[in-house]
């Protein structure tokens, strides 16, 4: 929505984009020229919607010339002070991380010459919106009855799902998220646990699905693959970095801590916030009388854990059951880097293939080394699930899973699965028809930037935990 508000603004400035509109054109030939786009193979032009190039084009003299605000390099203290004025609830930013902050703000001023006006306008949306939702949220948890609710309901056993990007997480954690024993937080709560309508649960739910189903329209429009790869709604079960409030860490700005020496992990306040999170989402089905609600136990999913910080990850969630999804890395490493490209198409006119690739691996090194380290230590229930045994059989998998982590199976819930799983094949199958009878996402190792050495670096883990 903040894109919308910005465009209707800078359009009644058509003096403006009449004035620069020939320096528009040369500056966005020349930049794409000087970036080597014509010379070297490394470097594609990136894959973005049309409606993108539109808007792109029109925003760019203003981001080029610094005309407003919202294109000029970034400042933390800047973004604190709108998010102050914005949420209208203080200026307690609680045990902020600023060096994560500061990181992720330093890299995108440091590459802003190469990025486009609207990549960057997303990126610093992205932060800005997390600084604005913290305020509301540790605002909201001072009351005495969201306390008191917290004091006396912890979080019981919730189960987390993890694995690499592209192995199979997403399905999977839907699955789970069938059992009329679970909760799985939804995307509109995830990306704001406060209540607009604090007296109307089904009011409240209704316009923070309107409000979300919104922006989620405007990704669309400028990212139309990404549905493809990942689907999304408001109203959907969806992964835990959704509620991050301190670790900025997304698609648009993940290609930029490449090679950067500086890590940002999920640390011990990350978790503590996130448990804080998952418990005001059960007050709210208590505070609206659904008492079986709030006390459902939790499942989770997100493929960051794995990298991030499982260790951290249970020393907060002590009774966490974990389960890891394994996919053959031919396949999960080629499409996990279309997916990452997702992120240098959206914020630069071009896309380095050598740096997508240097990306996945250095993602997938950290993720396979760390999560095995975890796993072949710890004491929490974990269970190993292989893509492939999913896809032929998601019922069966479902029902070993849970034999695994001592979770009771129901006959309402095998059949609740069977029918799903019959109307998630139906579905597919329509949306492969319509692209053509082809695969729903294409993807390939040399587009990625990803080498068959690059692949046989974890030969260990395909050993362990595929072959």
Same mark, same amino acid.
């Given at each position: 929505?903040?894109?919308?508000?910005?465009?209707?603004? !800078?359009?009644?400035?058509?003096?403006?984009?009449?004035?620069?509109?020939? /320096?528009?054109?040369?500056?966005?030939?020349?930049?794409?020229?000087?970036?080597?786009?014509?010379?070297?193979?490394?470097?594609?032009?990136?894959?973005?919607?049309?409606?993108?190039? !539109?808007?792109?084009?029109?925003?760019?003299?203003?981001?080029?010339?610094?005309?407003?605000r919202e294109f000029r390099p970034l400042k933390l203290n800047d973004l604190k002070f709108e998010a102050i004025e914005k949420a209208g609830v203080?200026?307690?930013?609680?045990?902020?991380?600023?060096? /994560? &902050?500061?990181?992720?703000?330093?890299?995108?001023?440091?590459?802003?010459?190469?990025?486009?006006?609207?990549?960057?306008?997303?990126?610093?949306?992205?932060?800005?919106? !997390?600084?604005?939702?913290?305020?509301? &949220?540790?605002?909201?948890?001072?009351?005495?009855?969201?306390?008191?609710?917290?004091?006396?309901?912890?979080? %019981?056993?919730?189960?987390?799902?993890?694995?690499?990007?592209?192995?199979?997480?997403?399905?999977?954690?839907?699955?789970? /998220?069938?059992?009329?024993?679970?909760?799985?937080?939804?995307?509109?709560?995830?990306?704001?646990?406060?209540?607009?309508?604090?007296?109307?649960?089904?009011?409240?739910?209704?316009?923070?699905?309107?409000?979300?189903?919104?922006?989620?329209?405007?990704?669309?429009?400028?990212?139309?693959?990404?549905?493809?790869?990942?689907?999304?709604?408001?109203?959907?079960?969806?992964?835990?970095?959704?509620?991050s409030i301190d670790k900025p860490r997304s698609v648009f700005t993940h290609h930029l801590l490449v090679g950067c020496k500086k890590e940002i992990?999920?640390?011990?306040? &990350?978790?503590?916030?996130?448990?804080?999170?998952?418990?005001?989402?059960?007050?709210?089905?208590?505070?609206?009388?659904?008492?079986?609600?709030?006390?459902?136990?939790?499942?989770?999913?997100?493929?960051?854990?794995?990298?991030?910080?499982?260790?951290?990850?249970?020393?907060?969630?002590?009774?966490?059951?974990?389960?890891?999804?394994? %996919?053959?890395?031919?396949?999960?490493? /080629?499409?996990?880097?279309?997916?990452?490209?997702?992120?240098?198409?959206?914020?630069?006119?071009?896309?380095?293939?050598?740096?997508?690739?240097?990306?996945?691996?250095?993602?997938?090194?950290?993720?396979?080394?760390?999560?095995?380290?975890?796993?072949?230590?710890?004491?929490?229930?974990?269970?190993?699930?292989?893509?492939?045994?999913?896809?032929?059989?998601?019922?069966?998998?479902?029902?070993? !899973?849970?034999?695994?982590?001592?979770?009771?199976?129901?006959?309402?819930?095998?059949?609740?699965?069977?029918?799903?799983?019959?109307?998630?094949?139906?579905?597919?199958?329509?949306?492969?028809?319509?692209?053509?009878?082809?695969?729903?996402?294409?993807?390939?190792?040399?587009?990625?930037?990803?080498?068959?050495?690059?692949?046989?670096? &974890?030969?260990?883990?395909?050993?362990?935990?595929?072959?």
């Open positions: 929505m903040g894109l919308l508000c910005t465009l209707g603004s !800078i359009f009644s400035l058509k003096a403006v984009c009449t004035t620069l509109i020939a /320096s528009l054109v040369t500056i966005y030939f020349a930049r794409k020229r000087a970036q080597g786009i014509e010379t070297n193979k490394n470097i594609i032009e990136a894959e973005v919607s049309t409606i993108t190039k !539109i808007l792109n084009f029109l925003l760019w003299p203003l981001f080029w010339y610094e005309l407003r203080g200026a307690d930013f609680a045990n902020f991380d600023n060096d /994560s &902050f500061q990181i992720v703000i330093d890299l995108i001023n440091e590459n802003r010459k190469l990025m486009t006006p609207l990549g960057f306008f997303l990126c610093r949306s992205y932060l800005s919106a !997390i600084l604005e939702k913290r305020l509301k &949220f540790f605002n909201y948890i001072k009351d005495e009855k969201v306390e008191k609710f917290m004091s006396e309901n912890q979080i %019981r056993a919730p189960t987390f799902v993890v694995g690499l990007p592209r192995s199979g997480t997403t399905f999977l954690h839907r699955l789970l /998220s069938l059992d009329p024993n679970v909760r799985a937080p939804k995307m509109y709560e995830l990306k704001d646990p406060i209540e607009l309508i604090p007296d109307d649960v089904e009011k409240d739910a209704a316009e923070r699905i309107k409000r979300l189903k919104k922006s989620l329209k405007i990704v669309e429009m400028v990212i139309p693959r990404k549905e493809v790869m990942h689907e999304t709604g408001a109203d959907l079960p969806e992964e835990c970095h959704h509620a992990k999920l640390d011990e306040d &990350f978790y503590k916030t996130y448990y804080k999170q998952l418990q005001v989402l059960s007050h709210n089905a208590f505070k609206a009388g659904d008492i079986e609600q709030s006390q459902k136990r939790w499942v989770l999913k997100c493929p960051a854990h794995l990298r991030g910080g499982m260790d951290t990850l249970v020393k907060v969630f002590p009774d966490a059951k974990i389960v890891w999804t394994h %996919r053959d890395l031919n396949n999960c490493m /080629s499409s996990q880097g279309s997916m990452f490209k997702i992120g240098q198409d959206v914020t630069k006119t071009v896309c380095e293939i050598n740096k997508l690739g240097k990306e996945v691996v250095e993602y997938t090194e950290a993720s396979l080394v760390r999560g095995d380290n975890f796993v072949s230590k710890t004491t929490n229930p974990c269970c190993n699930i292989k893509y492939s045994d999913m896809v032929k059989d998601p019922v069966n998998t479902i029902r070993e !899973i849970y034999k695994e982590l001592g979770n009771e199976f129901t006959d309402e819930y095998e059949k609740i699965l069977e029918d799903y799983v019959s109307k998630n094949k139906v579905e597919r199958e329509k949306l492969k028809k319509k692209k053509g009878g082809e695969k729903l996402h294409s993807h390939s190792l040399a587009a990625s930037g990803i080498t068959n050495a690059d692949v046989e670096k &974890f030969s260990w883990y395909t050993e362990k935990y595929i072959s």
